[in-house]
């Protein structure tokens, strides 16, 4: 009899915790969504470009899979990446830099503030700037 309760109880608590999940993925995804609408909100996207160069990326902004880069109250660059990446605030961003641009196909490592050990790497995409809407 324990044969077959047992299985059956923990298949329900798997599906449970499966389903669950998915639900915890959704509200980030759409809580993400939000917080990058509101972020870009006024920006125009330009013509996607494959390299941005480094001198332009003074702060980091991290919104689920994406960073955007500040360059002035007018100007940043969306960069998305290819996911696996540990964007939050808790951890630090590094990259490896070849010449002075950061460009589509980077590695980025994420690391521990507090034990300094690897958390996560990915790579960049392409990279949009986001300019302000002139006035009409």
Known sequence: ??????????LVASSAALSSDKGYEAREAAAN???LDDALAGLVPG????CVET????????IGDTILYGSSRRML???DT??????????IIVTKVFGSQLC??????????VGRFQ??????????????????
């Open 1 to 10: 009899m324990y044969r077959l309760i047992l299985p059956a109880m923990l």
């Open 33 to 35: 969504k939000v917080r």
């Open 47 to 50: 013509k996607p470009q494959q």
């Open 55 to 62: 001198r332009f990326t003074e702060g980091t902004q991290r």
């Open 77 to 79: 660059y969306r960069v």
């Open 82 to 91: 290819s996911g696996g990446c540990r964007l939050d605030d808790d951890d």
């Open 104 to 113: 589509g196909g980077d590695l980025i490592q994420t690391v521990s503030r």
């Open 119 to 136: 958390t996560g790497s990915c790579t960049f995409r392409e990279v949009i700037p986001y300019r302000r809407a002139p006035k009409p």
